[in-house]
C-alpha cells in the first residue's frame, strides 16, 4: 500500500494482464456479523483485509468472540466462533468503528437487541453520517440506544431493552426508511432474528418511502439464507423474519471479490488501449454469476463501449467502441459503481448524465460535490444537482488538465481519478493522500501498475556523487516520500565484487570478462525489507564493508563488469517511478532521467559521516585509513576511463557540507522535484 502524502500517476497509455480482486467489502462485513451470532465455528475464506474488516474484527474480539488469527493474512482463513445468539448478562464494551457504516449501522442494531452496556464511536466523518432512522426503528421494539452528541448520529450509547411491550402476540410490523440508506434495513434484517429465535410471532419489517440500493438487500438475504434464516420478501415493501428462526453456521463460507473494485478494472480494459501482445483485461475472484447487485455495471460499461465477456467467477474485458458513448443513466441499482460511470464519461464522446444518486451525498463524503470538484478541476464541464451529476468531457486534448485530486478520504474518489491518468494530452495525474483506498483495497495501485504501461518510460531521479556524499541516504528518504522504488546501484557493484573475490577471482583487468560471466549466473534479491540476498543467502552486511567497498570500486573501473549490470540497473525503472543513487545514474544509465542530483562534499567531511556510519552499525573503523580509501577511491572513481564519476551536463548540484542536515537535502530533492510536476503550482498555492 502506498503511505505516501500523495501519489503522482504519470501519463498511462496501454493496459493488459489479468487481476485478481480482493474480497468484497459488504459481504466481508455481513459474514463476519453472521457468524459472530451464529452458534458453532465459521470458517471464512477470502475475506478481505481493510479498514472496515479490521474495525469489525476487533469489535467482535472485543464482545468475545473467537477470532483466529486475530488479523487477515492473505491466503489464510479467518475462523469465528459464535455467540449462537445471546450475550453474557451485563456484556459492556467501548467499540471504536472508524468510518465503517459496514459496521456502525449492523453492530447498533444486534447489540440493541442483545442487550448490554454498549458505546458506538468512530473518527469526525462518522459522526455526520445519520443513524436516525435505524435508532427510531429498534427503539419501536424497546431497545434503550441514546445519542452522545447530535441527534440522529453517532456517537451512541446502548443499554438493556425492554420487549414487555411486544406482548405474547408479537410487535406490529416495525417501520424504516428505505430511501436513506439500506444499510438501515440490512441491519434489522441481520438483527431481528435474535429476537425472532424467542418471539413465538414471526416477525415483520415494513419499508417506508422507495427502498434505495435493493441490490444490497439481496446480498443480506442470500446470506441470511446461508446463515439459515430464510426471510420472505414480499415485493421489497415487506419482509418477514418467521418465528424460531435461529442462527445456525454454514461451516465454511467464500468471500465473493467485490464487484464494485471490479468496476475499475473493467473500466480501464473499456479506456486503455490493449498493451502488446495482450488483449484486455481478466477480472478473477467475481463474475457474471456473482450476488452483488454491481455486477450490473457491467451492462453500464458495455451501454458505454466496453467488451464485456464473462464466466462464473470472471471477467474479461476489452475496449471497444472509442470515444466511449456517451449514457443517461438511473444508477439506483449500481449507487457505488456508479461512480466509476463518472470517471469512464471522461473518455465518452458527449455529456453523461448519472440519476437517482442522491445516496452518494452520505457516503464516504459527499461523493456528488466531490467527483464534481475535481472532475472539474482535470477540465471537464460538470453540472451537479441533488441527486445526479452530468459529466461532459475537456472538448479537446489541450483542454485538459493536470489536476492534483483531493480525495476527501474516499477510496472510490482515488481509484476511480486514477482512471484520469489515461487523458489524450499525456499529463500526469497526482491522488492525494493514496493510502485512502485501504477502505476496501489496500494495493489498488500495485494492482493498477502490474497491469498498465506508461506513456513514456516511468520517471527516474538520479542521485550521483562520490563516496559518502550522502547519495544513499537522501535517495531512500526522497523514495520513501514518493512511493518510488529504489535502486541502490553501488550495491550491485559491491555483489559483483564480493562475488568475484568469494569465487576466487583476481579483481584485475584481465579478470573482467570472467568477472562479467560471473555477474549473469548471479541470483540477487533486494527484499521489501531492505535485506540483499545473493543466491538466498543475507550479504547486506558483508557488502558494507570497506574492504567491500573498495572491491566494488575496483571491479567497477572494468568496462565488461559495468556492461554486465547495466541493464540490470535500467530494469529497475518501473511505475510510479524510480528513485537511482550512483555515480552514473545520470550520466550513463538513465541519461533521459527528468532530474539528475549531483550531491557532493568536502574528503574530510565525507570520512567523518562514513566513520560515524560504521560505528553505528558495529563494524570497525580508523579516520585516517578511511580518508585514505575514500581519496583513493575518489581517484579511481573520477578517473577511470568507463563511466567516470562526473555530474552529468542537465545536473543539479547540492552542497552536502557538514552544515547541512539530511532533511535539508531530502527536501531541497523534493522541491526540485515538485517544480517539474506541472500541478506544482497549484499546489503550492494551496
Ligand atoms: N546532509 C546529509 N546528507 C546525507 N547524509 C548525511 C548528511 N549528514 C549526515 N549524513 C550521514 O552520512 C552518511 C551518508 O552515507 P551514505 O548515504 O551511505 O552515502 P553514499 O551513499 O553517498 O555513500 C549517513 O550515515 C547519513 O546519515
Ligand atoms: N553507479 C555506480 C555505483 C557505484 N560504483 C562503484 O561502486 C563502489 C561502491 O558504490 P557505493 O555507492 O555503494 O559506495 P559508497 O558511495 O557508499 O562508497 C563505488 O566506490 C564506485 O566505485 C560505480 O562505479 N557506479
Redesign the pocket.
Same mark, same amino acid.
Given at each position: 500500500m502506498f503511505t505516501t502524502e500523495f501519489l503522482d500517476l504519470p501519463h498511462l497509455a496501454r493496459a493488459g494482464g489479468s487481476v485478481q480482486l480482493p474480497g468484497s467489502k459488504s459481504i466481508s462485513n455481513r459474514v463476519l456479523l453472521l457468524a459472530a451470532l451464529s452458534a458453532g465455528t465459521t470458517t471464512i475464506h477470502d475475506l478481505l483485509d481493510s479498514d472496515d474488516t479490521r474495525v469489525m474484527l476487533d469489535a467482535l474480539h472485543a464482545l468475545g468472540c473467537t477470532v483466529t488469527p486475530r488479523q487477515v493474512t492473505p491466503g489464510q482463513p479467518v475462523q469465528i466462533t459464535g455467540i449462537d445468539g445471546a450475550l453474557p448478562n451485563n456484556a459492556r464494551a467501548q467499540l471504536f468503528l472508524g468510518n465503517a457504516g459496514t459496521a456502525m449501522r449492523p453492530l447498533t442494531a444486534a447489540l440493541a437487541i442483545l442487550g448490554g452496556s454498549f458505546e458506538m464511536t468512530g473518527v469526525p466523518r462518522m459522526y455526520e453520517r445519520p443513524i436516525g432512522d435505524l435508532v427510531d426503528a429498534l427503539r419501536q421494539l424497546g431497545c434503550q440506544i441514546d445519542y452522545l452528541r447530535d441527534e440522529g448520529f453517532p456517537p451512541l450509547r446502548i443499554g438493556q431493552p425492554d420487549f414487555r411491550q411486544l406482548g405474547s402476540t408479537g410487535a406490529a410490523p416495525i417501520q424504516v426508511r428505505g430511501d436513506v440508506s439500506s444499510q438501515f434495513l440490512t441491519s434489522l434484517l441481520m438483527a431481528l432474528p435474535l429476537l425472532a429465535s424467542t418471539s413465538p410471532q414471526a416477525i415483520a419489517i415494513d419499508v417506508v418511502g422507495e427502498l434505495i440500493s435493493k441490490p444490497y438487500i439481496h446480498i443480506t438475504l442470500e446470506l441470511l439464507a446461508r446463515f439459515g434464516i430464510r426471510v420472505e420478501n414480499h415485493g421489497w415493501q415487506r419482509f418477514v423474519i418467521p418465528a424460531g428462526s435461529r442462527y445456525q453456521s454454514p461451516g465454511s463460507i467464500h468471500v465473493e471479490a467485490d464487484a464494485s473494485s471490479a468496476s475499475y478494472f473493467i473500466a480501464l480494459g473499456a479506456i486503455a488501449a490493449s498493451a502488446e501482445g495482450q488483449n484486455g483485461i481478466k477480472i478473477e475472484g467475481v463474475g457474471l454469476d456473482s450476488i452483488q447487485g454491481d455486477i450490473r455495471f457491467v451492462e453500464a460499461a458495455r451501454a458505454m463501449g466496453a467488451e464485456i465477456t464473462g464466466g462464473p467467477n470472471w471477467l474479461h474485458v476489452a475496449r471497444g467502441r472509442w470515444p466511449l458513448r456517451a449514457i443517461d443513466l438511473d444508477c439506483n441499482h449500481i449507487p457505488d459503481a456508479a461512480m466509476t460511470l463518472a470517471a469512464m464519461a471522461l473518455y465518452a464522446d458527449g455529456t453523461t448524465t448519472l440519476r437517482n444518486i442522491a445516496s452518494w451525498r452520505v457516503k464516504e463524503t459527499d461523493r456528488i460535490a466531490a467527483m464534481a470538484a475535481e472532475a472539474r478541476k482535470l477540465g471537464a464541464l460538470v453540472e451537479e444537482g441533488a441527486g445526479f451529476i452530468r459529466i461532459t468531457p475537456p472538448a479537446a486534448p489541450e483542454d485538459w488538465r493536470a489536476a492534483s485530486i483531493h480525495t476527501y478520504d474516499d477510496h472510490r474518489i482515488a481509484m476511480c481519478f486514477s482512471l484520469a491518468a489515461f487523458n489524450p494530452a499525456g499529463l500526469p495525474v497526482r491522488i492525494q493522500d493514496p493510502k485512502c483506498v485501504a477502505k476496501t483495497f489496500p494495493d489498488y495501485f500495485e494492482a493498477l501498475f502490474a497491469l498498465v504501461q506508461p506513456g513514456a518510460p516511468a520517471p527516474v531521479i538520479c542521485i550521483d556523487g562520490p563516496?559518502?556524499s550522502g547519495?544513499?541516504t537522501v535517495a531512500t528518504l526522497v523514495a520513501q516520500r514518493l512511493g518510488f522504488a529504489l535502486l541502490d546501484?553501488?550495491?550491485l557493484? #559491491?555483489i559483483a565484487g564480493l562475488a568475484a573475490s568469494r569465487a576466487g577471482i583476481a579483481l584485475q583487468a584481465d579478470q573482467a570478462d570472467r568477472i562479467a560471466a560471473l555477474i549473469a549466473t548471479l541470483h540477487i534479491v533486494f527484499a521489501p525489507d531492505q535485506r540483499v540476498l545473493l543466491n538466498g543467502e543475507d550479504i547486506s552486511l558483508a557488502i558494507r564493508t570497506e574492504e567491500a567497498?573498495m572491491n566494488?570500486?575496483r571491479v567497477?573501473a572494468f568496462p565488461a563488469v559495468r556492461q554486465a549490470l547495466l541493464q540490470w540497473q535500467r530494469d529497475f525503472r518501473r511505475l510510479p517511478g524510480l528513485v537511482a543513487?550512483? #555515480?552514473?545514474?545520470g550520466t550513463v544509465i538513465f541519461p533521459d532521467a527528468p532530474l539528475k542530483v549531483f550531491l557532493s562534499a568536502s574528503a574530510e567531511c565525507r570520512a567523518q559521516r562514513r566513520f560515524k556510519q560504521l560505528i553505528d552499525k558495529g563494524l570497525s573503523a580508523n579516520m585516517h585509513d578511511l580518508l585514505a580509501d575514500l581519496q583513493a577511491?575518489d581517484a579511481?572513481?573520477t578517473q577511470r576511463s568507463a563511466?567516470p564519476l562526473q555530474p552529468a551536463e542537465d545536473a543539479l548540484h547540492w552542497d552536502n557540507n557538514a552544515e547541512r542536515t539530511v532533511e535539508q537535502a531530502v527536501q531541497q530533492v523534493l522541491s526540485w522535484w515538485q517544480q517539474r510536476q506541472p500541478f506544482a503550482a497549484e499546489e503550492s498555492a494551496v
Open positions: 563516496t559518502a547519495k544513499g546501484s553501488g550495491a557493484y #559491491r567497498g566494488a570500486s567497477s543513487d550512483g #555515480r552514473d545514474m577511491r579511481r572513481d563511466s
